[in-house]
């Protein structure tokens, strides 16, 4: 890659909306030291980031004490980051030079016990969106590594719930047919906030063709994952993420693509979990040592290829952000 095109694509990137639909720090309330780290998406240039602040079966009470936890931290360093209510809030951040923060929940797990006032409780709190469920079955819906007996009548409740908060559904980590019936239903784009494309390379977590056509056809967006394991071979490189944005787009086009990249900032408490690693998998699925995941500074590299590929500014300008604000104005409102 030349020097010539990469700065070609930093350029280009100065110049328009980047957002990161899902990142994860460390899941400790009381440990705020990895926070700081959040600057490398300043230095990369992206505006937006989706932090995630709870997964799986991890108890109702963490995902509160960690949101309440970041919350508390953004806040108190109001001078670089800003809290999103709403899209004036990214705008605003953008012009002040802020990195834009929102937060994501992956699976309806906390709202087992059939409390749909949780959804506005994690709206007002920040969340902008959930996934149905995390790799395991939960009482909305099947996970990608369980025998998936399809959307329950609680999770058509949270699909009806989360419309009229406007809280967007994410079909990530969930089973095929959970998945294909939470797009039939949806009144809203549903996204797969981090997913690849299983032609790309095979993976439970990836997703077939006729999925990325329905979410593509109810308006929905797939953001690409930088996890090694998804994108092949251990390999979370800038070339092989484009090629993965390269293969949905030739698949539905660069109106329904974006930039997920998944970055573990502490990839062994993540190994070290028994949650993530127990409940969250089934017996020889998950992952065996180290993983891989691509950090921000991947972004200028991903559009230097994507030019190279022949995609023009106002594509790359959709997979970069554009996509993902579109869904939001249609389920956040203005």
Same mark, same amino acid.
């Given at each position: 890659?030349?020097?010539?095109?990469?700065?070609?694509?930093?350029?280009?990137?100065?110049?328009?909306?980047?957002?990161? &639909?899902?990142a994860?720090?460390?899941?400790?309330?009381?440990?705020?030291?990895?926070?700081?780290?959040?600057? %490398?998406?300043?230095?990369?240039g992206?505006?937006?980031? %989706?932090? &995630?602040?709870?997964?799986?079966?991890?108890?109702?009470?963490?995902h509160?004490?960690?949101?309440?936890?970041?919350?508390?931290?953004f806040? +108190?360093?109001?001078d670089?980051?800003?809290?999103?209510?709403?899209?004036?809030?990214i705008?605003?951040? @953008?012009r002040?030079?802020?990195?834009?923060i929102?937060?994501?929940?992956? *699976?309806?797990?906390?709202? $087992?016990?059939?409390?749909?006032?949780?959804?506005?409780?994690?709206? $007002? #709190? *920040?969340?902008?969106?959930m996934s149905?469920?995390?790799?395991?079955?939960?009482?909305?819906?099947?996970?990608c590594?369980?025998?998936?007996?399809?959307?329950?009548?609680?999770?058509?409740r949270? #699909?009806?719930?989360s419309?009229?908060? *406007?809280?967007?559904?994410?079909?990530?980590?969930?089973?095929?047919?959970?998945?294909?019936?939470?797009i039939?239903?949806?009144? &809203?784009?549903?996204?797969?906030?981090? %997913?690849?494309?299983?032609?790309?390379?095979?993976?439970?977590?990836?997703?077939?063709g006729?999925? =990325?056509?329905?979410?593509?056809? &109810?308006?929905?967006?797939?953001?690409?994952?930088?996890?090694?394991?998804?994108?092949?071979? @251990?390999?979370?490189?800038?070339?092989? =993420?484009?090629r993965?944005?390269?293969?949905?787009?030739?698949?539905?086009?660069?109106?329904?693509?974006? =930039?997920?990249?998944?970055?573990?900032?502490?990839?062994?408490?993540?190994?070290?979990?028994p =949650?993530?690693?127990?409940?969250?998998?089934?017996?020889?699925a998950?992952?065996?040592?180290?993983?891989?995941?691509?950090?921000?500074?991947?972004?200028?590299?991903?559009?230097?290829v #994507?030019l190279? @590929?022949?995609? *023009?500014? +106002?594509?790359?300008?959709k997979?970069?952000?554009?996509?993902?604000?579109r869904?939001?104005?249609?389920?956040?409102g203005?």
């Amino acid at each position: 890659m030349t020097e010539a095109a990469m700065e070609k694509a930093r350029t280009l990137i100065a110049d328009c909306l980047v957002w990161d &639909n899902h990142a994860c720090m460390p899941l400790r309330p009381d440990d705020d030291g990895h926070l700081p780290q959040m600057e %490398s998406y300043r230095t990369a240039g992206v505006d937006v980031v %989706s932090l &995630n602040v709870g997964f799986g079966a991890q108890p109702l009470d963490s995902h509160i004490q960690v949101l309440a936890a970041f919350r508390r931290w953004f806040s +108190a360093h109001a001078d670089r980051y800003a809290l999103v209510a709403g899209l004036a809030d990214i705008d605003r951040a @953008r012009r002040d030079g802020k990195l834009a923060i929102l937060f994501d929940i992956e *699976g309806m797990a906390p709202l $087992d016990a059939g409390d749909h006032g949780l959804i506005a409780r994690f709206h $007002d #709190l *920040g969340v902008r969106w959930m996934s149905v469920a995390y790799n395991r079955n939960n009482a909305a819906g099947g996970g990608c590594y369980d025998a998936d007996t399809g959307l329950t009548s609680h999770g058509r409740r949270i #699909l009806a719930e989360s419309k009229r908060v *406007g809280m967007v559904v994410c079909c990530s980590h969930t089973g095929h047919r959970t998945a294909r019936e939470v797009i039939d239903r949806a009144d &809203n784009p549903v996204i797969f906030s981090h %997913s690849n494309p299983a032609a790309a390379h095979a993976h439970p977590r990836n997703i077939p063709g006729d999925l =990325i056509r329905a979410c593509a056809a &109810n308006g929905g967006v797939i953001g690409i994952s930088g996890v090694s394991v998804l994108l092949g071979d @251990r390999d979370c490189q800038a070339e092989t =993420i484009a090629r993965h944005i390269d293969h949905v787009a030739q698949c539905v086009g660069a109106d329904h693509v974006g =930039i997920a990249l998944d970055h573990v900032f502490d990839e062994m408490e993540f190994l070290d979990d028994p =949650i993530a690693l127990g409940s969250a998998f089934p017996s020889g699925a998950a992952p065996a040592g180290p993983i891989k995941t691509a950090p921000p500074s991947v972004v200028p590299g991903v559009v230097a290829v #994507l030019l190279g @590929r022949g995609y *023009g500014d +106002a594509e790359v300008r959709k997979i970069l952000g554009g996509n993902w604000r579109r869904v939001a104005e249609q389920v956040w409102g203005a």
